[in-house]
């Protein structure tokens, strides 16, 4: 079974500091994904990578950056947290989208901004 | 307004009752997913149509894609307390050269004993 392991299940952090959430895969997976997810709006994407190195933005960036520098691992940083970011966060990884795979996701990481 | 709207957002039912869940665009879409999240846990693939009037079950669960590849229901027969969860529909919408997923709000559903 493909395991995507996120570091923290929790974190409280207080505004203006710089957060990493880590996320690992096992499965040699090409894409991995960033979402947050908030009550009533699903999942938003935040970054997305389809190969060590490559970034490409989602729909909600802002305020975020991202890492790959392996292909196993896929970093999400806000670069200073605010309390608009207090929300749960997904990490998900994929085979190529063409064949439309489904997305593994890990158990999320509920982050609260103070 | 997001891409895929899903309703009902809640739904509390007794255990043995039939339900449906509904996900609607006016985009159409080249496939369309059903995942389901339960407490503390991330979501869980359930099911992914491809072809418009396709109709696949998984035991009690029915999924249908529209015709046209606008939209998509998900049946559950005689529910049961272990189908409670939040159900996402997620769909990569036929004009997305990235073909990434966009998720629907969700569907909290509750089954009492």
């Known amino acids: 079974d493909v395991k995507v392991t996120q570091s923290s299940r929790y974190l409280v952090k207080r505004t203006g500091e710089k957060v990493f959430l880590e996320c690992v895969q096992d499965m040699d997976h090409e894409n991995m994904f960033w979402y947050r997810q908030d009550p009533g709006l699903g999942l938003r994407l935040i970054y997305f990578s389809y190969d060590v190195k490559m970034k490409e933005k989602g729909d909600i960036p802002e305020g975020y950056s991202v890492s790959r520098e392996k292909k196993e691992r896929f970093s999400l940083i806000l670069e200073s947290a605010s309390t608009n970011q207090t929300s749960m966060y997904l990490c998900a990884s994929s085979a190529p989208m063409g064949r439309r795979p489904p997305l593994h996701f890990g158990n999320g990481t509920r982050l609260t901004v103070t | 307004t997001q891409l895929l709207e899903q309703s009902p957002q809640f739904l509390s039912i007794q255990e043995g009752e039939n339900l449906t869940v509904y996900c609607n665009s006016s985009?159409?879409?080249?496939?369309l997913q059903w995942y389901r999240q339960e407490p503390g846990e991330g979501p869980v693939l359930l099911v992914t149509?491809?072809?418009?009037?396709e109709v696949k079950k998984l035991k009690r669960l029915t999924f249908q894609f529209g015709d046209a590849r606008k939209d998509s229901s998900l049946h559950i027969t005689a529910a049961q307390p272990g189908d409670t969860g939040l159900y996402l529909c997620?769909?990569?919408?036929?004009?997305?050269?990235?073909?990434?997923?966009?998720f629907g709000g969700g569907t909290r559903l509750m089954v009492k004993p």
């Open positions: 985009s159409v879409f080249s496939s």
């Open positions: 997620a769909g990569a919408p036929i004009n997305n050269a990235g073909n990434m997923l966009t």
């Open positions: 149509v491809v072809t418009g009037g």
